[in-house]
């Protein structure tokens, strides 16, 4: 290191006593090991800090021996010198009067010197040099004289004209004003070599122009004003001339730029542009690709000329709040709009040609630069109208198959970013300053749309995904307080139209995704509102009377309801398709008009997958009520028919088949969380009697829905269960009764369906356990006796016939009939077993007493003999009496009790009792007469001394006959009083403490009279 300190100071002193010494080879070789130095100073800190110290004793010295005639010396000065001016930490410390000595240096011996290598060597100084811009700002005249000189290439060497147009790509970075300036001056030599026969010339402007663009473009008027005139007299026949050649691409790439220069000139050299037109003419329709893409390329030129634009205030974050608004009236005028249509009219032209891909990609970049360069007009209806829709529309009535993917996506890019008001800037396009549109501009979108969709399967995605788009714009606009009532009813009256003709193109269940989407992205403050309805269609109104009684017109949410029904019945559409969006509809709009106008819809077709669309709606409603309990008597009225409806679907005679399972739980979770019972009763009988008057034999739709209504049964029964069981409710008294007559029909008829499907007898079981536990929570007379009147007419069927029931349903209706019989013993207030109520029974006892299954008869035989065998007068009816005659024989049941008998049964011999049944006026009683004691016999009984009753078997007395209620406060006709009653007294009777009581020689005596009466 201090080797090359010594040596350096060595040398600068040598420098500093030869600079008036002319000895060339000694100089030349100070500079030479100078440079040398200098190189290695790069890795030396304190060896640069030295070269830094001691700039202002060096750069004099170069700046002298630059000039030198010795090519050697002024070579290595320069050299030296451009190492002075570029690096930093030299350059940090160059005062302004050495810049200025060094500048001036530098710009007299590019312009004075003959020598090609010093030239050369000088320029590059300049294109290096890293000189503060103040500096640069008082030279940049005679630095840019001395740039022209070595661009013209006095001395032909291709290397310094590529330094001089590297020292303008230099100093454009340095003083960009300056140089935009003096364009005029420095850029000719430039441009003019597009047109050269020398590629490498050729290629060297075209690259340095692609660097300096922004300085460029769009050029200053001096710069066109140059331009045009060369191209009038030079550069126009010299593309002509490369065309001729063959050179079609370099001609459009000198034509592009040469446009480019002219700017906004060309809009008042009309005739010069005619003239420049006519070479891509002949360009556009070539067959070669590559001549294809490089007029596409050049076309943005033209772009760069004819689109000006004043400058836009608007900033983004305002852009993104308001709609587009034409100020200036830009569009107004026909300079414009002429200017874009003569843009866009080859750019159609290819991409409507049968052309390869690259040439459509590029193609479609151009497009889109003039989109770019629209900057916010782009947003302007004319705009839309001129260059957007028609590219879009050539390019997507295509359709997105084979080659054409990659052109339909770019363009599909660029319509989503429209759609939704977004900027689109990303490595695949040009920047698109989108805003806001007005939902007049809504009727594009759906041409789009309609474009999409008319390629079938194919094109729906795109369609769905712009159409959801679209809408999200139009909600924002919608959302808008100052958006007047008419805009908002002109849309509606666009989008119902559209998805109508949607509807009609044949994309299938695709269409119901746009009902969704639209449903999705539109507020209920606009589809629900009722100030926004909409006249229903005639072909949608057929049969729809209910959904509005007063005119056809309804909210475009019920309209949306409307048509995706519709359409999922002429279709094909799975039905559980549409639980999301039933689902969505049920917590966004009013439930009840959601309801409402999906049960009328399903009333309206008889189709046989309705049955499946009202599963899925049952199963959504389910879920929607689980959180609904707020009473409501519309609410509940509208649910019992939506309820009802696979019965009446029963009845329209459908064939189809039911899955009862899918339908019974939701059907069982509705009814529990409404109060709709009562409406549905007519319905239960509607169908009960429907499906009786068919042949069950023939019955091709099965027992499910007959198990369907035993199901729906069960729910009313467990209604009855979980309501409150208050004395006096006749609400609930008339309710308990309907119930229970249409649970009797339901039976009558699951009787007569067990002969030909004895799986019914499932749900009858579950019938019978339900009703089991029904009859158990009955404690009043009010409940106990009219279940007695209408259930027994179908219990003696079933009780009838156990030939054809399953264990589970003999068990179940055991279980039945003894909580019956037992009901019926702890009834309040007590029933009385009179003549009447046993007249009530008699058809039920008589199937049952003498029954062959000892589970019923047993409970039944007890039963008579607690209640009727402790009566002590009854009126037994016709249909009774044989049974009764068999089981009083046998001695498992009691008639009426006896009040007064003078002989007992172990006195009396079997072979000589004669039993006579007779009806007595006031009581039934069998009375037993003995034949052998007949003669004679009532003058030998002894009287009894008559004995008085004490209150309390005078109470009994008058409770066994009906008269009042017993101690215990049990009603009239009830036997509760033992023999134990009666011992406060003489167990010994007299036969006047009863006037119903006659002796045995009286009755024996009327006997033989042939008296029947008493």
């Known amino acids: 290191m201090a080797d090359f300190t010594t040596q350096y100071e060595e040398l600068k002193t040598l420098l500093s006593s030869c600079a008036n010494i002319n000895t060339k080879s000694e100089k030349s070789f100070l500079y030479s090991t100078l440079l040398q130095l200098q190189e290695h100073s790069t890795t030396d800190p304190s060896l640069l800090q030295l070269l830094a110290d001691s700039s202002h004793v060096l750069l004099p010295l170069m700046a002298n021996d630059i000039a030198h005639d010795d090519e050697e010396i002024a070579s290595q000065a320069l050299k030296c010198m451009g190492f002075m001016i570029y690096h930093p930490s030299i350059v940090s410390g160059i005062s302004g009067d050495d810049a200025d000595m060094v500048l001036s240096s530098l710009q007299k011996v590019i312009l004075s010197t003959r020598i090609k290598s010093v030239c050369n060597i000088g320029v590059w100084c300049i294109s290096v040099q890293q000189l503060n811009p103040l500096f640069l700002n008082a030279h940049i005249e005679s630095l840019v004289r001395a740039i022209v000189h070595a661009l013209d290439n006095p001395t032909g060497s291709l290397s310094t004209t590529f330094e001089a147009m590297q020292a303008v790509m230099k100093l454009e970075t340095q003083v960009n004003e300056k140089m935009r300036a003096t364009s005029s001056l420095w850029g000719p030599p430039i441009y003019r070599r597009l047109v050269s026969a020398d590629k490498r010339e050729r290629d060297m402007s075209e690259r340095c122009l692609q660097k300096i663009k922004s300085l460029i473009c769009p050029p200053p008027s001096e710069l066109s004003k140059v331009v045009i005139v060369d191209v009038k007299r030079k550069l126009l026949p010299a593309m002509e001339e490369l065309l001729k050649q063959g050179m079609k691409i370099q001609a459009m790439q000198a034509w592009g730029w040469y446009t480019r220069l002219i700017g906004s000139c060309a809009i008042k050299n009309r005739h010069l542009i005619n003239q420049l037109l006519k070479v891509p003419e002949q360009t556009f329709s070539d067959s070669d690709p590559q001549v294809k893409i490089a007029s596409q390329t050049a076309w943005e030129a033209l772009i760069d000329a004819l689109v000006i634009l004043p400058t836009q205030e608007s900033t983004t974050e305002v852009a993104a709040q308001q709609t587009y608004e034409d100020k200036n009236g830009i569009f107004e005028t026909n300079r414009l709009t002429k200017s874009i249509k003569l843009i866009m009219t080859p750019l159609i032209g290819?991409?409507?040609?049968?052309?390869?891909?690259?040439?459509?990609?590029?193609?479609?970049?151009?497009?889109?630069?003039?989109?770019?360069?629209?900057?916010?007009?782009?947003?302007?209806?004319?705009?839309?109208?001129?260059?957007?829709?028609?590219?879009?529309?050539?390019?997507?009535?295509?359709?997105?198959?084979?080659?054409?993917?990659?052109?339909?996506?770019?363009?599909?890019?660029?319509?989503?970013?429209?759609?939704?008001?977004?900027?689109?800037?990303?490595?695949?396009?040009?920047?698109?300053?989108?805003?806001?549109?007005?939902?007049?501009?809504?009727?594009?979108?759906?041409?789009?749309?309609?474009?999409?969709?008319?390629?079938?399967?194919?094109?729906?995605?795109?369609?769905?995904?712009?159409?959801?788009?679209?809408?999200?714009?139009?909600?924002?606009?919608?959302?808008?307080?100052?958006?007047?009532?008419?805009?908002?009813?002109?849309?509606?009256?666009?989008?119902?139209?559209?998805?109508?003709?949607?509807?009609?193109?044949?994309?299938?269940?695709?269409?119901?995704?746009?009902?969704?989407?639209?449903?999705?992205?539109?507020?209920?403050?606009?589809?629900?509102?009722?100030?926004?309805?909409?006249?229903?269609?005639?072909?949608?109104?057929?049969?729809?009377?209910?959904?509005?009684?007063?005119?056809?017109?309804?909210?475009?949410?019920?309209y949306f309801i409307i048509l995706y029904f519709h359409d999922i019945i002429s279709s094909t559409s799975d039905a559980w398709k549409m639980s999301k969006y039933v689902t969505f509809l049920l917590k966004s709009y009013d439930s009840y008009d959601i309801l409402h106008t999906l049960t009328c819809l399903l009333y309206k077709f008889s189709v046989p997958d309705c049955l499946n669309y009202w599963i899925v709606i049952a199963n959504c409603l389910k879920d929607y009520m689980d959180g609904k309990s707020e009473p409501d008597e519309n609410w509940d009225l509208l649910v019992s028919r939506f309820l009802a409806y696979p019965f009446v679907f029963f009845s329209l005679g459908s064939e189809k088949n039911l899955?009862?399972?899918?339908?019974?739980?939701?059907?069982?979770?509705?009814?529990?969380?409404?109060?709709?019972?009562?409406?549905?009763?007519?319905?239960?009988?509607?169908?009960?009697?429907?499906?009786?008057?068919?042949?069950?034999?023939?019955?091709?739709?099965?027992?499910?829905?007959?198990?369907?209504?035993?199901?729906?049964?069960?729910?009313?029964?467990?209604?009855?269960?979980?309501?409150?069981?208050?004395?006096?409710?006749?609400?609930?008294?008339?309710?308990?009764?309907?119930?229970?007559?249409?649970?009797?029909?339901?039976?009558?008829?699951?009787?007569?369906?067990?002969?030909?499907?004895?799986?019914?007898?499932?749900?009858?079981?579950?019938?019978?356990?339900?009703?089991?536990?029904?009859?158990?929570?009955?404690?009043?007379?009010?409940?106990?006796?009219?279940?007695?009147?209408?259930?027994?007419?179908?219990?003696?069927?079933?009780?009838?016939?156990?030939?054809?029931?399953?264990?589970?349903?003999?068990?179940?209706?055991?279980?039945?009939?003894?909580?019956?019989?037992?009901?019926?013993?702890?009834?309040?207030?007590?029933?009385?077993?009179?003549?009447?109520?046993?007249?009530?029974?008699?058809?039920?006892?008589?199937?049952?007493?003498?029954?062959?299954?000892?589970?019923?008869?047993?409970?039944?035989?007890?039963?008579?003999?607690?209640?009727?065998?402790?009566?002590?007068?009854?009126?037994?009816?016709?249909?009774?009496?044989?049974?009764?005659?068999?089981?009083?024989?046998?001695?498992?049941?009691?008639?009426?009790?006896?009040?007064?008998?003078?002989?007992?049964?172990?006195?009396?011999?079997?072979?000589?009792?004669?039993?006579?049944?007779?009806?007595?006026?006031?009581?039934?009683?069998?009375?037993?007469?003995?034949?052998?004691?007949?003669?004679?016999?009532?003058?030998?009984?002894?009287?009894?001394?008559?004995?008085?009753?004490?209150?309390?078997?005078?109470?009994?007395?008058?409770?066994?006959?009906?008269?009042?209620?017993?101690?215990?406060?049990?009603?009239?006709?009830?036997?509760?009083?033992?023999?134990?009653?009666?011992?406060?007294?003489?167990?010994?009777?007299?036969?006047?403490?009863?006037?119903?009581?006659?002796?045995?020689?009286?009755?024996?005596?009327?006997?033989?009279?042939?008296?029947?009466?008493?």
């Not at 009256?493 to 269940?509: D, H």
């Open 350 to 558: 290819v991409m409507s040609s049968k052309c390869d891909l690259s040439v459509h990609l590029s193609c479609l970049n151009t497009w889109n630069y003039l989109l770019h360069k629209l900057d916010t007009c782009v947003n302007h209806p004319l705009a839309i109208k001129t260059v957007l829709e028609p590219m879009l529309e050539v390019v997507f009535r295509v359709g997105p198959d084979g080659k054409n993917i990659w052109s339909w996506n770019f363009c599909l890019d660029i319509i989503d970013s429209y759609a939704l008001a977004r900027k689109l800037d990303d490595e695949k396009h040009y920047s698109i300053k989108w805003m806001p549109w007005n939902i007049g501009q809504f009727d594009f979108f759906v041409k789009m749309v309609g474009i999409f969709i008319s390629h079938g399967e194919v094109g729906c995605d795109a369609a769905l995904k712009i159409f959801r788009a679209s809408l999200k714009s139009v909600q924002l606009n919608l959302s808008r307080s100052s958006v007047p009532f008419s805009e908002i009813m002109l849309f509606i009256n666009n989008i119902i139209p559209c998805l109508q003709k949607i509807s009609e193109s044949g994309i299938g269940q695709t269409f119901l995704d746009f009902i969704e989407i639209a449903t999705e992205e539109l507020q209920p403050s606009i589809l629900g509102s009722p100030l926004y309805k909409t006249k229903l269609d005639t072909k949608y109104s057929e049969n729809m009377n209910e959904l509005n009684e007063e005119n056809s017109s309804v909210s475009p949410v019920v």
């Open 659 to 1014: 899955d009862r399972v899918q339908i019974v739980q939701p059907w069982k979770s509705i009814y529990m969380s409404t109060k709709c019972s009562e409406s549905l009763f007519p319905v239960f009988d509607r169908f009960l009697e429907d499906y009786s008057k068919i042949d069950p034999t023939e019955n091709t739709r099965g027992y499910d829905y007959l198990s369907l209504c035993g199901d729906a049964i069960i729910c009313v029964l467990e209604h009855i269960l979980n309501s409150s069981n208050n004395v006096g409710d006749h609400e609930r008294v008339h309710f308990t009764k309907t119930s229970l007559q249409c649970t009797a029909r339901y039976l009558s008829v699951s009787y007569a369906e067990a002969k030909s499907n004895p799986q019914i007898l499932d749900t009858t079981s579950r019938v019978f356990s339900t009703l089991s536990r029904v009859v158990k929570s009955f404690h009043f007379e009010d409940d106990i006796i009219p279940f007695v009147q209408i259930i027994s007419d179908p219990l003696i069927q079933w009780l009838s016939d156990f030939e054809q029931q399953h264990k589970n349903t003999i068990h179940q209706l055991h279980q039945l009939w003894i909580s019956t019989l037992k009901c019926l013993q702890t009834s309040w207030p007590p029933i009385n077993f009179n003549s009447t109520f046993l007249k009530l029974q008699a058809t039920l006892l008589e199937t049952t007493l003498d029954h062959p299954n000892n589970p019923i008869s047993n409970p039944t035989i007890a039963f008579w003999n607690a209640t009727y065998g402790q009566q002590v007068k009854l009126d037994y009816p016709q249909n009774l009496l044989p049974v009764l005659d068999k089981l009083s024989r046998n001695g498992k049941i009691n008639l009426c009790k006896k009040r007064y008998s003078r002989t007992t049964d172990d006195t009396v011999d079997p072979q000589l009792k004669h039993k006579v049944t007779t009806t007595l006026n006031r009581c039934g009683k069998r009375v037993e007469a003995m034949v052998d004691q007949v003669n004679g016999s009532g003058s030998n009984v002894p009287k009894r001394k008559k004995l008085e009753l004490t209150e309390h078997q005078k109470e009994v007395r008058r409770a066994q006959q009906g008269k009042s209620k017993d101690c215990e406060g049990r009603g009239p006709g009830v036997r509760t009083y033992t023999s134990a009653d009666f011992s406060q007294g003489n167990q010994d009777e007299s036969q006047e403490d009863s006037q119903d009581v006659r002796n045995v020689e009286s009755i024996l005596e009327m006997l033989k009279k042939g008296d029947k009466t008493f």
